[in-house]
């Protein structure tokens, strides 16, 4: 069971870039997903998680109106859209998965967890 996450790279601030995980095993349409991030020197954080359906989302305060979560279960692929990228957005982005089809935004609430893509966003 593997969670691959791609897309991450260096921006200027106000820059956009789209962040996709694929999952290796179709059951991963039936578990909900979420991304968190970790910047340096700083702990793990929530960002956006999203139902297995795609009918409910949640954000991290700091992220909305500016990143939105998607999923294609067809394709096994789940994204994040971050639009107006801040410096304060420079961090590894983490996919995971959960068992559980409904959202959660504590990180022990996830079975799967992805290797990581680093966004650096410059000033």
Do not use: H
């Not at 996450?5 to 349409?29: H, I, M, P």
């Not at 970790?38 to 793990?44: I, M, S």
């Not at 956006?48 to 294609?72: C, H, L, N, P, Q």
């Amino acid at each position: 069971v593997q969670l691959q996450a791609s897309g991450g790279g260096l921006v200027q601030a106000g820059d956009s870039l789209r962040l996709s995980c694929a999952a290796s095993e179709r059951t991963f349409s039936s578990y909900a997903k979420a991304w968190f991030r970790r910047a340096p020197r700083k702990e793990r954080e929530f960002v956006a998680a999203i139902s297995w359906s795609g009918d409910s989302t949640d954000y991290a305060d700091s992220v909305k109106g500016r990143f939105t979560i998607s999923r294609d279960n067809a394709k096994n692929t789940v994204y994040l859209q971050m639009n107006s990228l801040k410096p304060e957005d420079t961090a590894v982005y983490y996919c995971t998965a959960r068992r559980d089809g409904r959202i959660a935004n504590t990180a022990y609430n996830y079975n799967y967890w992805g290797q990581g893509t680093q966004v650096t966003v410059s000033s």
